[in-house]
């Protein structure tokens, strides 16, 4: 999360947000602090957050099929929080305190169990390969109650609307964490995410950076943001895949993030043909 006087930039994962981060954190220099990655607006401090309802609060979204694709292929790179978790290559942190807290959890049934991490190891092998991209789809969004590492799959919201959807709903409101377990139906989560949402302004990431020129408190430094935009073309964390999600989906796979994913698709207007510029 990156603080300024005048802004809130909350890091939605494989949504651009490295890329965003860097540029932001470019334009406000000193005038800025970043706080762990990733955050809730829960899980910060009041006093480093200062008058947040006063402050722009700045988040990112993507296209749903395009963002699984992402964070598969990321994935298949050894990289990131899912695949760290469901591959268990967090094993050998056995005495930290957020451990403790979750082999607490599995052995009094409070956690479904893990699937076999050599089961998602196989999966995640090449990123090219786009029956494994299918397979690990299906694990995510439709195959029962097991625990992925962060809630998503033991919550209610994991029998209608996917991964995506979950973390937007627990970045994005107040009290979003506590919300995102018990939301039991697309209308509850629309009526939430309408009375409890905070953010001012989304950025595309297939418009990144025309998005970001058009941020009220960024059109004041629009000459030397579009100086910086210049330095940073190349994307920043990029997952090695092919280049168009689209290559990756059947009308199988297409139905599964159609369905899941029906609040983001509708609430952001996305299409399945919305390529990135």
Known sequence: MLI??????????KTGC??????????????????GKHN???????DDLGNFESKLKIGNIRNPWDWYVSLWAFGCQRKGRLYNLVTNQNKGKLFSKKRAKSLLREKIGFN???????????????PFKIENFSSWLKLILTFGKHD????????EMSSFAGLLTYRYIKLYTYGGKKYA???CSLSELIEINKS?????????????????LDIPEIIKQKKKMKQILKKYKEKVNPSIRFSDYR??????????????EKFIINEHNYKFDSIQN
């Open 247 to 260: 290559k990756y989906y059947n009308k199988r796979t297409f139905g599964l993030v159609d369905k899941y």
């Open 18 to 35: 490295s890329h965003t981060l860097e540029i932001l954190k470019e334009l406000y220099n000193k005038n800025s602090k970043i706080i």
């Open 40 to 46: 809730t607006y829960d899980s910060i401090k009041k």
């Open 148 to 155: 992925i590492g962060e809630g998503y799959k033991n919550s």
């Open 181 to 183: 377990k018990k939301i």
């Open 112 to 126: 479904y169990p893990k699937l076999d991490s050599k089961v998602w190891s196989k999966l995640y092998l090449d």
């Open 4 to 13: 300024t006087d005048e802004i809130v930039y909350l890091e939605l994962q």
């Open 196 to 212: 409890r949402n905070f953010i001012d302004v989304i950025i595309k990431t297939e418009n990144l950076h025309r998005n970001i």
